[in-house]
């Protein structure tokens, strides 16, 4: 705690919110504090969190709060290395692998990337999932280990550990079942409390706005970029957001195992289009905030040294990059039903079938299916024929089908004749 957070009670914190006041900042140290030792209680707190959802936090006590959530736990410190250190955080969609290619591609760069990931819950998929599909790899690293591989490698994508924020584990475990999930006072400064805590030097912020994203509206993407890039710059994190399109997947595959297969293709110096294009862009950023700009990424994808990157990242942490990877026992092919156009193929509806296969989770403590998940053969502004193959549905449960099949019910179309004007992948840039 603070040294000027005075003791207070949560039902007085409540009422303060809950009437529209701006809570003090001895008010917010004290809280947070409390709460994470257990002197306030989840009712207490998820009370709060809904009056923070209902009437919102003014610049001052999100800062305030994202501070008391950083002081919860420990700080890591990568002065120490050779070189400068830049991250990238995603709020999440559909297809998003983007964290395997660029890692090792701006490493490949000069610039160390301390990446610390999270497991999938719900439409989404978690970056520490797709990588555990590699046989071998393991998520869990110390301080130490983590510190030596940005040193020899410039590249680790691990898992956080207990010690960051852990005001911030605490309290969005309890969002998750309370419904207080969608406040964008509470998603900044949980986001940017772990982004602060690990260290980074640089960060890129990758706000997803669709039918596939937190924030479904640009209006709304916009003001929750705005936040975590002044949070971030006040804490002397060199900080920007892009805007990017959640409304289609990204690539071609959601799912474990094909994500990793398709970010594998694109350090190979092929994939999607699109995939390469946010990785680029992406990278772009991250370069310019770490004071590398002068670098072009797009060459060390071409020359093969990203790829040598990604290889020395997975076996530095046991993972054979060259293994084979799983693949799932059962495989049900979905035909397009007319020729024409692919107008619309909606995220939500591709990530729910992923999830419904395997290869997400309902509950923290679920396993997930490694060769699980779903491959689309077109991209909206695609000629489709009918009859063709417009998706692969992949489990090891042929019982899952059904559910999958249901969600993609009316989550793409196909138009005769039609003309298909692309949405740009970035959408905006703040910062
Ligand atoms: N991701 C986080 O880490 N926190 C949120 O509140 C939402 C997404």
Not at 202 to 208: M, S
Request: aromatic share 4%; proline share 4%; charged share 25%.
């Amino acid at each position: 705690m603070s040294e000027n957070a005075h003791a207070h009670d949560a039902v007085e914190v409540i009422a303060a919110k809950r009437d529209r006041h701006e809570l003090s900042d001895s008010q917010i140290d004290w809280v947070i504090d409390a709460y994470t030792r257990g002197a306030v209680a989840d009712e207490q707190m998820s009370s709060l969190a809904m009056a923070i959802l209902l009437n919102g936090m003014n610049r001052r006590e999100i800062s305030r709060w994202t501070d008391a959530m950083i002081a919860s736990g420990e700080r890591m410190d990568f002065s120490s290395l050779s070189r400068p250190t830049a991250d990238k955080h995603s709020t999440g969609g559909v297809g998003d692998k983007i964290t395997l290619p660029l890692a090792p591609l701006v490493a490949a760069c000069g610039v160390a990337v301390p990446q610390l990931s999270g497991r999938g819950l719900g439409h989404t998929g978690g970056t520490l999932d797709k990588l555990e599909a590699i046989p071998g790899w393991r998520a869990a690293l110390s301080n130490a280990e983590m510190l030596a591989q940005l040193e020899s490698v410039g590249a680790v994508i691990c898992a956080a550990g207990d010690g960051l924020a852990p005001a911030d584990k605490k309290l969005y475990a309890l969002r998750d079942v309370t419904g207080t999930v969608e406040a964008i006072p509470l998603i900044a400064s949980s986001i940017m409390s772990k982004k602060i805590a690990e260290g980074t030097g640089a960060l890129v912020l990758d706000v997803k706005v669709g039918t596939g994203a937190f924030m479904k509206s640009l209006d709304s993407a916009r003001e929750l970029a705005e936040t975590m890039v002044a949070l971030g710059t006040d804490a002397g994190v060199h900080t920007v957001a892009l805007l990017t399109d959640m409304s289609t997947p990204l690539g071609l595959t959601a799912g474990n195992a094909i994500e990793v297969q398709e970010s594998v293709d694109v350090l190979a110096g092929g994939g999607p289009a699109d995939v390469v294009e946010l990785t680029l862009a992406l990278a772009r950023e991250m370069l310019a905030g770490a004071g590398r700009g002068d670098v072009d990424p797009a060459d060390r994808l071409a020359d093969g040294s990203a790829m040598d990157v990604w290889k020395r990242m997975i076996r530095a942490q046991d993972g054979d990059p060259d293994a084979a990877l799983p693949t799932a026992r059962e495989s049900h092919v979905v035909a397009a039903p007319a020729s024409g156009v692919l107008t619309r193929l909606d995220a939500m509806a591709v990530g729910l079938a992923a999830w419904r296969l395997g290869a997400g989770r309902a509950r923290k403590e679920d396993p997930v299916q490694a060769g699980a998940g779903v491959v689309w053969h077109a991209r909206p502004g695609d000629q489709v024929t009918e009859g063709q193959p417009l998706f692969t549905l992949l489990t090891d449960d042929e019982h899952r089908f059904e559910r999958a099949l249901a969600s993609l019910e009316g989550g793409y179309d196909i138009e005769d004749g039609s003309s298909y004007d692309a949405t740009p992948i970035v959408i905006d840039r703040v910062g």
